[in-house]
Every structure is written in C-alpha cells, then in structure tokens.
C-alpha cells in the first residue's frame, strides 16, 4: 500500500509539474491600442453645413478621423448627401442623433415634450435605417441624445419615458453619447448608454480646448468632445481652433485619435 501511495503521489506531482510548464501565461489587452498614452474622439452635432466645408477638410489635410452625429431631417444631410457619404469613405462615422432634433428646451423646435412614446422611437428608428441605407452599411450604429436630454414626453412621465428612451436606444445603437460632468471617461468605468463629453466648446480657442483634455491625458483615459458649429451655423468654434487642435493630435501619436464607435468597440473587445 505505501509502495502505491508513493507512486500516487510522484504521478501527482508530475502531473502539477506538467501542467504549470503547458499553461498559457496570463494576457493583459493594453489599455489603448499599441499601448498608447489616452484616447480621444473629436465629436460633431447635428449635421451642419460648416461640417462639411470645414470639419471634413482639416480632418483629411490631417489624417484624422471623427464622429458626426447626423439629424437626417435637417437639410444638410438631404441636400449634400454625396459629400456624406464621401466623409464615411474617408474614414469617419457617421451616426444618428434622431430625425427632427427634439428637445426639451423651449427655444428649440419640436419640443420634445410634445412627443408620444411611439413618435420618438421613430425619430430614433428612422434616422438609424436612413443612416444604414445610405451608408450600405450593417456595422451598427452609436447615437447621440438630442440637447443631451434623456427623456422626452410630460413631466408626470419622465421617469418611464426614460427608460422607453434607453430601451429604444439600445435597439437602434450599440453606444451612445450623453452629456457629462466635464470628466475624462474611464475605460474600467464604462456605461456604454451615457458615456460623457467634456462639455460645453462654444467660443473655446485651441489652448482652452487643450486645456480640457490634458487630464485624460494624464490618467491614459478617453477624452470625447462635442463641437457644433465651426466657421459659422451655432454653438461654434472657429476653423483655426479646430486645426490648431487637430495639428497637436496629428503630432502626437501616442495620443489615439478615433471615432466615437471605434473607441467604445475597442474597450468593449478588450473586457
């Protein structure tokens, strides 16, 4: 019997030894690709002219690729949409931020107050096969919500119209834009529905803009801005702080520069 336990126990051993020498080593994905320093995605809303004589241009001169969050009911996206579907060839995402624009606030048009539940999963619904038929795209589609608002209907029915709204959201998206504290995103803290911008942009020169992002650089987070008007439409920033801004990024390539979808992809893959 001992004769046995002995043997026993050596083949244990052996067995051990055999198995640490053929297990697969610990995989760690780095935190951004090729290890880089942060992440940052340079955002535009509404689908506005000055995007497209503007935003397209300093992007391509260089070599950069961003996000436009499209409302297809707006002009701009009916009357030019071959120059769209240029900038998605070029590289960029094009995305939905609803048909109309609704909005809770008053001086904007249609007030979202106004809407019934079926009405604004349409301007969702709509927007998102618009978008996919004319891109001849199946990859998926990120949103962003209209004024930041996350609700829409009555105030008595804010609090089941938000959930109707992150329920219609998740159908038509795999990701999407909110407003946020002016805080850096952290990959490890991620609600892939209401992932933060840095803030408001308006006015904001290149130093104040870089300014914004150097705390995700420092902590290797991801960095997303929200612009709207550049050179002209509203809520604008001049042409010269968006070059000077895209000039830094172009030079620094430790910083990864992406759309908003690739970003949130990445981290999503990397988990």
């Given at each position: 019997m001992k004769t046995i336990a002995a043997y026993a126990l050596s083949f244990a051993s052996l067995c051990a030894v055999a198995s640490a020498q053929n297990?697969?080593?610990a995989v760690t994905v780095a935190r951004w690709p090729q290890d880089r320093l942060a992440a940052i995605s340079l955002t535009f809303d509404d689908g506005i002219n000055t995007h497209l004589d503007f935003v397209g241009p300093i992007l391509k001169k260089h070599h950069l690729n961003a996000t436009f969050f499209v409302a297809t009911g707006m002009g701009p996206w009916e009357k030019r949409k071959p120059e769209w579907k240029q900038l998605a060839l070029d590289g960029n995402e094009l995305?939905?931020?609803?048909?109309?624009?609704?909005?809770?606030?008053?001086?904007?048009?249609?007030?979202?107050?106004?809407?019934?539940?079926?009405?604004?999963?349409?301007?969702?619904?709509?927007?998102?096969?618009?978008?996919?038929?004319t891109l001849n795209s199946s990859r998926g589609l990120t949103f962003a919500y209209p004024c930041g608002n996350m609700s829409f209907g009555k105030p008595q029915d804010e609090v089941a119209n938000a959930a109707l709204y992150l329920c219609y959201v998740s159908e038509y998206a795999f990701a999407a834009r909110a407003v946020g504290s002016g805080a850096p995103v952290n990959p490890d803290d991620l609600n892939v529905l209401a992932v933060g911008d840095l803030g408001p942009t308006a006015g904001k020169g290149f130093p104040a803009l870089l300014a914004q992002a150097e705390p995700a650089f420092a902590s290797h987070n991801w960095v997303v801005f929200c612009f709207h008007g550049v050179?002209?439409?509203?809520?604008?920033?001049?042409?010269?702080?968006l070059d000077e801004l895209a000039a830094y990024l172009?030079?620094?390539?430790?910083?990864?520069?992406?759309?908003?979808?690739?970003?949130?992809?990445?981290m999503q893959e990397r988990k």
């Open positions: 297990s697969s080593p995305a939905n931020h609803t048909v109309h624009h609704p909005c809770l606030l008053e001086q904007i048009t249609p007030h979202s107050q106004d809407y019934t539940p079926a009405m604004f999963e349409a301007e969702i619904r709509d927007a998102a096969l618009d978008l996919a038929t050179g002209g439409d509203w809520l604008a920033i001049t042409p010269e702080a172009e030079r620094h390539p430790d910083i990864w520069t992406a759309p908003f979808g690739d970003v949130v992809r990445y």
